[in-house]
């Protein structure tokens, strides 16, 4: 990690340990560094734009009330706004599907590769692990695990869009998440 | 079993980070995560492995008026807190949604409120000023519903337990005020309702900054201080 990224993620924890004593600026400081990504999380999930602008606000709102459970010991700020973002579009996704099924196109799991670690609040040595590990994985069980994290997509969605049964795309991610926990390890 | 499979336990806390589960394996998946500290740490290590991943979401910037969209959505909650303090008097179309959505925030909570029995009160009558705070604590177990009423006459706090699962842990309920240090509140029955006396000490963090938390704790609790497991519900306290 570079002296900056380090700065960055090292002010925006700062930030949102404020955030818990209901510092309304520290919101605003949050927000600005990172609105352009959880926007891109819940985009991604949702493929609505008014939906992700939606789930957007009420993540700030979450962020907002429950910013004391932020625990810097388990993870870093930026993984847990991530976090829940994700959930909260996942949330929203599944309960749309009853009345009107979104499309799931896997071209669309593909990876923002521009993104430059150096200047984000990413861990860059692990970016370059997992994805490397990601890449040493059969094309099917990493398209399979991509299409979960990325689109939040269940089981079965995943199965209807690569056209396979659930049971071989459960095998596939199964046995998928296990290499990867093995190649992560390994290279720790 | 062919080398790679992977324990079926371990695979489950992988599905469960990744958010593959729906329904009842979601639900089953996540009561084990509360009775069950190894299953819970293992789902923690898991999100802590993806979590790079997160890298791989492009930015893309939000419209320029949503920050204070979500402003105006912190101040409409503050207003529902103040409860006692009339409504602004509609200036604007956008202000009048905000104190509608306010007015249907308090209703919610007095209704919750009401749920409540009056306060058994065999010495003197309550004083007309006292404080009652309310809080609703949920988390992502289906079903698990918690009420909590707090009396500052009485200084106690009724909690009421609804859709707790089966589990070798015991519920234990927190406190965390503004400097996000949990303090504890005391051990709750699984169902029912737990009457638990606020010392004196915490009567002070009884605001609506402060929210209570629900950990799954072992039997013999690790350390009083602070909780060992994860929050599996929580709610912020309002005065009504």
């Not at chain 1, 930030?15 to 991604?44: F, N, P, W």
């Not at chain 2, 079903?143 to 337990?161: C, I």
């Amino acid at each position: 990690m570079t002296p900056a990224s380090e700065s960055r993620r090292a002010d925006l924890q700062s930030a949102l340990i404020r955030v818990a004593q209901q510092d309304r600026e520290a919101l605003r400081t949050v927000y600005a560094m990172t609105s352009a990504k959880l926007h891109g999380v819940c985009l991604r999930i949702c493929t609505d734009r008014g939906a992700a602008e939606d789930v957007l606000q009420n993540v700030y709102l979450k962020v907002w009330q429950r910013a004391g459970s932020f625990d810097p010991a388990k993870a870093s700020a930026i993984a847990w706004l991530c976090a829940i973002a994700r959930n909260a579009a996942i949330d929203w996704r599944r309960s749309q599907r009853y009345e009107d099924p979104l499309p799931a196109d896997l071209g669309e799991t593909l990876v923002d590769e521009t993104a430059d670690p150096a200047a984000d609040l990413a861990q860059a040595g692990e970016r370059a692990q997992i994805f490397s590990c990601l890449e040493e994985l059969e094309p099917v069980r990493a398209t399979a695990i991509k299409a979960g994290f990325y689109q939040g997509l269940s089981y079965p969605e995943i199965a209807e869009a690569m056209d396979k049964p659930v049971g071989t795309v459960k095998s596939w991610i199964r046995r998928g998440l296990m290499q990867l926990k093995e190649c992560l390890s390994r290279e720790q | 079993m062919s080398s790679d499979a992977m324990p079926e336990r371990s695979a489950l806390a992988a599905e469960l980070a990744l958010g593959l589960l729906e329904g009842a394996d979601r639900a089953s998946a996540l009561r084990l995560v509360l009775s069950d500290p190894g299953f819970a740490a293992e789902v923690d290590g898991w999100r802590a492995q993806l979590a790079p991943l997160y890298d791989g979401f492009a930015d893309v910037a939000p419209p320029s008026g949503l920050m204070a969209r979500i402003d105006q959505a912190i101040d409409a909650e503050a207003a529902a807190d103040q409860v006692t303090t009339l409504m602004p008097a509609p200036r604007a179309q956008g202000r009048w949604k905000i104190a509608t959505f306010a007015a249907s925030a308090v209703a919610a909570m007095l209704a919750l409120a009401l749920v409540w029995p009056s306060p058994q009160s065999p010495g003197p009558a309550p004083q007309d000023k006292a404080d009652v705070a309310v809080a609703q604590l949920t988390g992502p177990i289906d079903g698990l519903l918690l009420t909590a009423r707090y009396d500052s006459s009485t200084s106690e706090m009724l909690v009421r337990v609804e859709g707790m699962p089966v589990t070798e842990t015991e519920p234990e309920l927190w406190i965390v005020p503004a400097d996000g240090q949990p303090r504890r509140l005391g051990r709750l029955l699984r169902g029912g309702v737990t009457r638990i006396a606020i010392p004196e000490g915490h009567r002070k963090f009884i605001d609506p900054v402060s929210e209570l938390i629900l950990t799954m704790e072992p039997k013999v609790l690790p350390d009083p201080d602070k909780p060992s497991a994860p929050t599996v519900a929580q709610g912020r306290l309002q005065r009504i």
